[in-house]
């Protein structure tokens, strides 16, 4: 087909073939997903306490939310009635395992 427009002929083409139909279907899309992780680290800072006038083991555990003991354990202190003013308390962190030291007296043999 042929059309002039302005003196120039114009030939108008489709293109594929008007008679087949499309039954096909598109192919599926490929989709991604991305996630992201977040490195946890932690870190145990040792919280250190300086022994103020006035202050006895049980008020000062109970500021920090630990037992007393586990503040003895940490820090070597035998009797708890026994800190200075000045003294700095190493505080133990929720969780913390708290090294314990056994005393063990020389063995002895019967008969020797």
């Known amino acids: 087909m042929a059309v002039v427009i302005g003196g120039a002929p114009v030939v108008l083409a489709a293109c594929g073939d008007d008679t087949q139909q499309v039954s096909d279907t598109l192919p599926p899309i490929a989709t ?3 996630s992201t992780t977040l490195a946890v680290t932690t870190t145990t800072i040792p919280v250190v306490y300086e022994v103020q006038p006035g202050d006895i ?13 586990d503040i003895m354990a940490l820090n070597g ?22 090294p314990t030291t056994t005393s063990s007296a020389p063995e002895t043999t019967a008969g020797a």
Do not use: Y
């Open 77 to 98: 202190i035998d009797n708890p009635d026994h800190i200075e003013v000045g003294q700095k308390l190493k505080i133990p962190q929720p969780g913390q395992e708290i």
């Open 57 to 69: 083991l049980t008020v000062i555990a109970d500021r920090f939310g630990v037992t007393m003991e």
């Open 32 to 34: 991604t997903t991305t």
